[in-house]
């Protein structure tokens, strides 16, 4: 992790907004297209990969709506004309669902991928499609223990839900 989940909520608000959120938009164009070139070159050979751009579009689509849902309850900490009472317990919950779904999408591309290990007649693209996989589930996977530290302090919990 890039940065002490202890640090003040507004330092990991900044770090979530402006890098966990500009990587993660940017990973999924990046891995989309590189995904659409695999699929096309040993999809015959490896159908899995016909699996994985389905639930590819799938956490893409998920991930996009939570980027957005999740952003307005992180803004009071870095910007002051935002300040308002913190997210009532129920929009919270959505956001701990949304992590949720998240999560399950990403294990489901760890199994499709084999634990993102390459097969033995993988191309240099499909060697660099799985490691941005696993690069972007080192970075949602922050980006979730991120966002849960400070709306579970905004809360009143303290602790990563």
């Known amino acids: 992790m890039s940065i002490d989940p202890a640090a003040s909520e507004h330092d ?17 164009a990046d891995v989309s297209a590189l995904l659409t070139q695999v699929a096309g070159a040993h999809g015959a050979r490896h159908p899995e990969l016909r699996d994985l751009e389905s639930v590819w579009a799938e956490l893409c689509r998920c991930l996009g709506r939570h980027l957005r849902d999740e952003r307005p309850m992180l803004a009071p900490h870095v910007e002051p004309v935002a300040r308002h009472a913190p997210p009532s317990a129920a929009a919270s919950g959505v956001i701990s669902s949304q992590h949720a779904e998240i999560l399950a999408l990403v294990r489901r591309v760890r199994e499709l991928t084999g634990g993102y290990t390459t097969p033995v007649d993988g191309c240099e693209a499909y060697r660099s499609l799985f490691v941005s996989l696993e690069e972007f589930e080192e970075d949602l996977r922050e980006h979730v223990e ?13 602790t990563s839900r």
């Open 12 to 28: 990991l608000t900044v770090h979530l907004l402006d890098h966990n959120y500009p990587v993660e938009r940017e990973t999924m």
């Open 146 to 158: 991120l966002a849960d530290n400070v709306l579970g302090r905004e809360c009143g919990s303290g």
